[in-house]
């Protein structure tokens, strides 16, 4: 078995094990690299591993390294918060401590020391469990000396090894945000239901995904935002524009590259179930984030997918529909029209797609319906 296909089973025992954690954890895309000595993930979705390291580790201890890896994105230490801890010598394990916090209550294997890849535990420093990493960081800060010698289980980027050229391009900002929000939703039913029950340090952090200061809107905006960010990153390579290291490439000639404007596509449930005034919030919301592109189509979904409108103010949208409710009909529209991304606003009474749709996908769930599968993010409107 390769070391890529032990992660792949890795994955599907944690999975097993902790099922609220699979919209996360289906998102990795795996990345093999010699360009670092461990294990890391970045804020794409990546998960970068060695070979070598993947080899040192039992089965169990690669489950383990998944359970944290996960728990990196669930508590943003890919994103601006762990920027912020890093700028500190001692953050790096200020984050580790947060998640390592939980591993005993969770019962999974981490490599300890004297493993050569043994990390930092609350436990083993001597400091309470249960606190946050930026509770723990004001605690090493006191130390008279660095803790002892430990923590190398996995890296903590950026670094050289998201640099490769690896084909993958990972997921967005706001993809990673909702499927945080799907795995709170997953862990909260999961201890519900009495099916177990969830790391103190986990309910606290479910309690603050499911319960935050800011509103719907500030998440919407981050969730939209940030998959436009994604597309407007995407490059094409163009003769007509001179390659910036070309004269590396001396004689032969390189292209340059140009960006792409995203072209996006509102799905608008327009059936009779729909209340007007929670739909004009969602499409003032949107609109607002969509001012960085020149144009969005708005298309009418009822049963079947109706008019499909270019427009550039929102006073230009006209809604039409009032029968039954099929999403898919609207998507499907979406697809046809070559659109790069498609927000589709419902109130969840409706089919969805069985399969992963061929454009990035995104919803917004007006009241307390069933919400999408979990390869469409979403987020909930009360």
Same mark, same amino acid.
């Given at each position: 078995?390769?070391?890529?296909?032990?992660?792949?089973?890795?994955? +599907?025992? &944690?999975?097993?094990?902790? #099922?609220?954690?699979?919209? !996360?954890?289906?998102?990795?895309?795996?990345?093999? *690299?010699?360009?670092?000595? +461990?294990?890391?993930?970045?804020?794409?979705?990546?998960?970068?591993?060695?070979?070598?390291?993947?080899?040192?580790?039992?089965? +169990? $201890?690669?489950?383990?390294?998944?359970?944290?890896?996960?728990?990196?994105?669930?508590?943003?230490?890919?994103? #601006?918060?762990?920027?912020?801890? /890093?700028?500190?010598? &001692? =953050?790096?394990?200020?984050?580790?401590?947060?998640?390592?916090?939980?591993?005993?209550?969770?019962?999974?294997?981490?490599?300890?020391?004297?493993?050569?890849y043994g990390g930092y535990f609350p436990q083993d420093l001597g400091l309470p469990r249960g606190l946050l990493a930026e509770?723990?960081?004001?605690?090493?800060?006191?130390? #008279? *000396? %660095?803790?002892? $010698?430990?923590?190398?289980?996995?890296?903590?980027?950026?670094?050289?090894?998201?640099?490769?050229?690896? =084909?993958?391009?990972?997921?967005?900002?706001? +993809?990673?945000?909702?499927?945080?929000?799907?795995?709170?939703? /997953?862990?909260?039913?999961?201890?519900?239901?009495?099916?177990?029950?969830?790391?103190?340090?986990?309910?606290?952090?479910?309690?603050?995904?499911?319960? #935050?200061?800011?509103?719907?809107? *500030?998440? &919407?905006?981050?969730?939209?935002? =940030?998959?436009?960010?994604?597309?407007?990153?995407?490059?094409?390579?163009?003769?007509? /524009?001179?390659?910036?290291?070309?004269?590396?490439?001396?004689?032969?000639?390189?292209?340059?590259?140009?960006?792409?404007? %995203?072209?996006?596509?509102?799905?608008?449930?327009?059936?009779?179930?729909?209340?007007?005034?929670e739909l004009a919030q969602a499409l003032g919301e949107i609109q607002g984030i969509l001012r960085q592109v020149r144009e !969005?189509?708005?298309?009418?979904?009822?049963?079947?997918?109706?008019? !499909?409108?270019? !427009?550039?103010? @929102?006073? $230009?949208?006209?809604?039409?529909?009032?029968?039954?409710?099929?999403?898919?009909?609207?998507?499907?529209?979406?697809?046809?029209?070559?659109?790069?991304?498609?927000?589709?606003?419902?109130?969840?009474?409706?089919?969805?797609?069985?399969?992963?749709? /061929?454009?990035?996908?995104?919803?917004?769930?007006?009241?307390?319906?069933?919400?999408?599968?979990?390869?469409?993010?979403?987020?909930?409107? @009360?």
């Amino acid at each position: 078995m390769t070391q890529n296909e032990r992660i792949r089973a890795a994955r +599907t025992a &944690l999975v097993a094990r902790f #099922p609220y954690f699979s919209p !996360v954890a289906y998102l990795l895309s795996l990345v093999e *690299s010699e360009k670092l000595p +461990t294990m890391a993930v970045d804020n794409r979705g990546k998960l970068y591993y060695n070979p070598r390291f993947v080899d040192a580790l039992t089965d +169990t $201890q690669l489950v383990g390294l998944l359970w944290h890896e996960v728990h990196h994105i669930l508590r943003e230490h890919v994103g #601006p918060r762990g920027k912020e801890l /890093k700028k500190h010598p &001692l =953050g790096n394990i200020a984050l580790d401590l947060e998640i390592n916090d939980d591993a005993e209550e969770a019962g999974v294997d981490l490599p300890r020391p004297p493993h050569p890849y043994g990390g930092y535990f609350p436990q083993d420093l001597g400091l309470p469990r249960g606190l946050l990493a930026e509770e723990y960081l004001k605690l090493l800060s006191q130390w #008279p *000396s %660095p803790p002892p $010698q430990g923590g190398s289980m996995d890296q903590h980027g950026p670094g050289p090894w998201e640099e490769e050229e690896d =084909g993958e391009e990972g997921v967005d900002e706001g +993809t990673l945000e909702v499927a945080r929000r799907a795995v709170a939703q /997953k862990a909260k039913e999961y201890e519900a239901k009495g099916r177990g029950t969830l790391p103190s340090g986990m309910r606290r952090w479910v309690d603050q995904i499911l319960n #935050p200061q800011v509103d719907w809107r *500030s998440v &919407l905006r981050r969730m939209v935002k =940030g998959t436009i960010a994604h597309h407007l990153g995407k490059k094409r390579p163009t003769y007509t /524009k001179p390659n910036r290291r070309g004269h590396a490439y001396h004689p032969v000639i390189m292209p340059g590259y140009y960006g792409l404007k %995203p072209k996006v596509a509102i799905v608008v449930d327009t059936s009779g179930s729909m209340g007007k005034e929670e739909l004009a919030q969602a499409l003032g919301e949107i609109q607002g984030i969509l001012r960085q592109v020149r144009e !969005v189509t708005v298309i009418s979904t009822d049963a079947a997918a109706h008019t !499909v409108q270019k !427009v550039f103010r @929102p006073e $230009q949208i006209t809604l039409m529909g009032g029968g039954g409710t099929d999403m898919t009909q609207g998507i499907k529209k979406a697809e046809e029209l070559r659109a790069d991304i498609a927000i589709v606003i419902t109130d969840g009474d409706t089919p969805w797609p069985t399969k992963p749709p /061929k454009i990035t996908t995104l919803a917004v769930i007006i009241g307390n319906h069933q919400p999408p599968p979990p390869f469409i993010p979403h987020i909930t409107i @009360p």
